[in-house]
């Protein structure tokens, strides 16, 4: 069973990196995949009710995922349409690809340690449309936000899935991991902003900006308001989880209720030819639905190898065949590239308790640190980088030869850094 659930998976792997050689959708593939992994599970299984009870404890997490990935992509779909992020764009002024690259950056990297990586990113991707005309350059940029936001992420306890798992399970505080972590993610932040920078020249064109009737109708306080709105309501929600004990899928759910209302409000006077154009409805039509659909895909088939205990097996493995505190942790973080980087975290706090590891330890830091940038090196080893897959219509291997490599260096510079301070600095 362990091996045909191997082949399954890489096979499965393998077609979504060839998406646009053998012209099949990788939404299909993604599915298919998980739907073979987990009927090869339960086949082969003696527990059928075992699998299923499974089965619906990965769902019940795995559609929070998705209500909340549902719910971040339309609100900013509303905020666009009501013509919001025009507030930013036409304040950033700057067309040097240069110096636009490392302002994108250093926002998205701020951002996300605020927000989280992944609505971060889709908040991000949507203004580069607004600022890069050309789609060769805007994907150098939005592989750089990928590469961002998952460094971002990992400095604060909400700013990525892994770090918050770690902080609600005891292994790390708040303090400590701003402290020590800030240094060695923003280093892996700008070692590819460095690299890129050297090729990098030119200037960008901005997309031209037509308006149409409809939108013209759109008062600028109605502009102004859907766009503070929907970025309050993005930033509250690790305020909402903080103080509701609720998963995060509940603020954003909650805040869509109350942007819904906002914009009922605004336009409920207006003809019903004009006030579709900005409601939720046509919003919810506008988003990309078949990204939501692969990224299900992609969490449910990882979520079969981790039930069948190959991931738990994988790093029992790694524990036993390797000594090294460094090279483990950095091995979790390069297999986090492949394998989602929330059933690494949660086999490695089954299998190493604090006694082991008390609070704030080294371990536990330099975990939170690799996890969270190492989904990087590949688009499809973090949220951040399946929603700018899906948003951008990047191509795997483009993602590959272009960004990966930049990633890798970016991920060991940090990681180096994070050593060094701990030898050097005590921290």
């Given at each position: 069973m362990i091996s045909l659930l191997i082949i399954i998976f890489v096979s499965g792997y393998i077609l979504i990196a060839f998406e646009y050689a053998i012209k099949i959708n990788k939404s299909s593939i993604a599915l298919l995949t998980g739907v073979l992994c987990w009927s090869v599970y339960s086949f082969f299984s003696p527990e059928k009710s075992l699998v299923n009870q499974q089965l619906s404890e990965h769902l019940g997490s795995l559609s929070g995922i998705l209500f909340f990935l549902l719910g971040a992509m339309t609100i900013v779909e509303l905020i666009d349409s009501h013509d919001g992020f025009e507030i930013i764009t036409s304040r950033i002024t700057q067309t040097d690809k240069r110096k636009l690259l490392w302002i994108v950056g250093f926002i998205t990297f701020f951002l996300s340690a605020v927000l989280d990586n992944l609505t971060t990113t889709i908040v991000v991707v949507s203004l580069l449309r607004k600022l890069i005309n050309n789609q060769k350059d805007r994907l150098f940029f939005t592989g750089i936000v990928v590469v961002a936001a998952n460094a971002g992420g990992a400095w604060t306890p909400i700013g990525d899935v892994t770090t918050t798992m770690l902080w609600l399970g005891g292994q790390i505080t708040t303090a400590h991991i701003m402290l020590k972590l800030f240094l060695?993610?923003?280093?892996?932040?700008?070692?590819?902003?460095?690299?890129?920078?050297i090729h990098f020249k030119g200037t960008?064109?901005?997309?031209?900006?037509?308006?149409?009737?409809?939108?013209?109708?759109?008062?600028?306080k109605h502009q102004s308001c859907v766009f503070f709105t929907g970025i309050l309501i993005l930033m509250l929600v690790p305020v909402f989880?903080?103080?509701?004990?609720?998963?995060?899928?509940?603020?954003?759910l909650a805040g869509l209720g109350i942007l819904w209302i906002v914009t009922e409000i605004i336009h409920g006077k207006k003809e019903e030819s004009v006030r579709s154009t900005f409601s939720v409805v046509q919003a919810?039509?506008?988003?990309?639905?078949?990204?939501?659909?692969?990224?299900?895909?992609?969490?449910?088939?990882?979520?079969?190898?981790?039930?069948?205990?190959?991931?738990?097996e994988l790093a029992g493995w790694l524990s036993k065949s390797i000594a090294n505190v460094n090279i483990i942790v950095l091995s979790l973080g390069i297999l986090s590239a492949v394998v989602d980087n929330v059933p690494l975290v949660a086999?490695?706090?089954?299998?190493?308790?604090?006694?082991?590891?008390?609070?704030?330890?080294?371990?536990?830091?330099?975990?939170?640190y690799c996890v969270g940038t190492g989904g990087s090196m590949l688009i499809i080893g973090s949220a951040a980088g399946v929603a700018a897959m899906g948003m951008e219509k990047i191509?795997?291997?483009?993602?590959?030869?272009?960004?990966?490599?930049?990633?890798?260096?970016g991920y060991f510079a940090g990681a180096l850094v994070y050593?060094?301070?701990?030898?050097?600095?005590?921290?």
């Open positions: 060695p993610s923003m280093t892996c932040l700008i070692v590819p902003l460095l690299v890129l920078s960008i064109i901005r997309p031209n900006r037509v308006k149409s009737n409809t939108n013209k109708i759109l008062l600028a989880k903080t103080v509701t004990h609720l998963p995060p899928y509940m603020g954003i919810l039509r506008k988003i990309d639905t078949a990204s939501i659909l692969f990224f299900f895909g992609i969490l449910i088939s990882i979520a079969a190898l981790q039930s069948s205990g190959i991931l738990t086999a490695a706090q089954g299998m190493y308790s604090l006694s082991q590891f008390p609070q704030d330890s080294y371990f536990w830091e330099f975990l939170a191509d795997f291997f483009w993602y590959l030869k272009k960004i990966s490599l930049l990633a890798i260096l050593i060094l301070q701990h030898l050097f600095l005590g921290l």
